[in-house]
């Protein structure tokens, strides 16, 4: 006998309520379960600088560092005793001199880094070998991409390696730190009479720091003001007569050489040739970007200070070398 179909009773749908509240709940436990199953797989989730996320599921306690100022940030974020390796060319702090080389600028050796068994590499976007880009990325190992593009980044990059060493705290007080020291040099010279001032990167061919270098921001700091900051790349390649024309009353470079910026010394009608204002920096510190950057900064910005008090007529001042 076919039974017939009726409309549900105001009884029926109290019956069912219940039942729809009871599956709402498992759907919510499972999907709850989930997430505690995903988060004992990824115990740690941090975002890196190209926007991707890694996932790890405890700190990581080997890690190679292929950049000389990320094993300085490492060591910042208190994650030193955990770097197994390195490239050529770290020498801060000390104890990263005794670390195992896996490359340089040019090259990475991705077998040596391999074999070192790390569980996160800190790589450098731009300073990696394009070609080896993507072969890192295919060794399966948690990759962080650090591509600093200002100096309040740079103590997010510290913050991001202690939260990926489980060092957290240490990096936390680095970081504030920091940001009050960047924060009193920023005061100090906020409303300083401007100084324009000439980086030079390389002397041969000519090269500059252009708007988007960090370097740039570091002038712009000190009250300096760099004439090729308009220029839409990282080291611009100038002539010497737009340099001339430039009129720099501060010469910088960050060299060892004392013979760097001698060749400037023939250009009479340049300010900063007149007045004997050309100061080599400490290669280690501003330029790095690593964990004494703001020493650099500091160093920077007292060389536009001592070039914004020499008046335009006053006898040379002694040289700076």
Known sequence: ??????????????????????GLRAVLLMLGACALAHGAQAGILVHDDSGH????AHPAQRIVALSPQLVELADAAGAGQHLVATIRGADWPRSARSLPRVGDAFAINLEAVVTL????????????PPRQVDALRRLGIPVYWSQTDSL?????????????????PTATRWTRAFDARLAALRARYAHQPPVR???????????????????????????????????????????????????PQLIVAASRNRAAL???????????????????LDPRLLPR???????????????????RQIDGRSAPAASKR
């Open 117 to 128: 068994k790390p569980d996160l590499i800190l790589a450098w976007r731009s300073g990696t």
């Open 262 to 280: 001698d060749s400037w010394t023939q250009y009479a009608q340049i300010s900063a040739v007149r007045h004997r204002q050309l100061l080599l």
């Open 197 to 247: 001032v000439f980086y030079q990167v390389w002397p041969e061919p000519l090269m500059t720091v252009g708007g988007p270098q960090l370097l740039n921001q570091a002038i712009t700091l000190c009250g300096g003001v760099n004439p090729f900051a308009a220029l839409p790349v990282l080291a611009p390649s100038v002539s010497r007569e737009a340099v001339i024309a430039a009129d």
């Open 1 to 22: 006998m076919r039974r017939t179909s009726r409309p549900p009773t105001q009884s029926d749908r109290g019956r069912a309520l219940p039942l729809c509240r009871r």
């Open 53 to 56: 996320v890694l996932a790890l």
């Open 289 to 307: 970007m690593g964990e004494r950057v703001l020493d650099g900064v500091a160093q920077l910005c007292a060389a536009v200070e001592d070039t």
């Open 152 to 168: 309040q980044a740079i103590a997010s990059t510290v913050q991001r390696i202690g939260e990926l060493a489980g060092t957290a």
